[in-house]
């Protein structure tokens, strides 16, 4: 007679699967690919129209597939805010406003974090896991660690923020688009390295054995008990 398996624990999806597979990456990058070159060859209203369908083909792909469709539906979201907020402006470099501005929110809000000592990677992270704040906060080393990958963060999104801006304000909307590119999956994939590194290090150090606290020595005298009246006397 067998003896019953314990069930097995079902493996955590890493970030690469919570972005939808390599496929979900590389959809994301595609509506601005495709606003580039539409724009650059026929012109502004043509490459609105264009991002906005290879998002939506890319999100009907995903549901034939039966793929997770959350990425291609904020991909879809997104171009459509970038698409909106271009035909308002009027300009084609106003599809990239919107992640400019967003990149400034994002690096602030993450300053903010560490100025209050809650780094905001070690905050999502263990708020995903689902194991509380207390416990990794109460480490230094750890703390430290998810300090190094917030600031990572930090110089990512203040990177984008300067660089695209400048590019913004200096009507350089076709190599805004590349910098952008340059810019989006690169920087993120080496932010995400410093994440995982962080979170591989808190994972670590929380699976340490915490050491039981040393036994001090009893400072109270020894009681004696008095000698017994049968006993016989010391000589």
């Not at 406003?97 to 300053?111: E, H, N, Q, R």
């Amino acid at each position: 007679m067998t003896e019953p398996q314990p069930p097995q624990e079902s493996a955590e999806p890493t970030l690469l699967e919570q972005m939808g597979g390599l496929s979900g990456v590389v959809a994301s990058v595609v509506p601005v690919i495709v606003f580039v070159l539409v724009n650059a060859i026929t012109g502004f209203g043509v490459a609105l129209w264009a991002a906005l369908g290879s998002s939506v083909v890319i999100a009907v792909v995903r549901l034939v597939r039966r793929e997770r469709l959350q990425p291609a539906v904020s991909g879809a979201i997104g171009v459509g805010l970038c698409a909106f907020i271009a035909f308002r402006v009027g300009e084609a470099k106003g599809f990239f406003l919107l992640g400019i501005w967003a990149s400034l929110a994002y690096a602030a809000v993450f300053v903010v974090s560490l100025l209050v000592r809650y780094p905001l990677v070690g905050v999502i992270w263990h708020g995903l896991r689902g194991d509380g704040q207390r416990r990794w906060r109460a480490d230094r080393r750890i703390v430290r660690a998810y300090d190094v990958a917030t600031l990572t963060w930090v110089l990512v999104f203040a990177a984008r923020f300067v660089v695209q801006r400048w590019l913004y304000d200096n009507n350089e909307t076709t190599t805004l688009g590349i910098v952008r590119l340059a810019m989006g999956l690169p920087l993120t994939v080496v932010a995400t390295a410093v994440t995982v590194w962080a979170a591989r290090k808190a994972s670590r150090l929380l699976a340490e054995p915490t050491e039981p606290p040393p036994i001090e020595p009893s400072t109270e005298p020894l009681l004696t008990q008095p000698p017994s009246p049968d006993s016989p006397p010391l000589i």
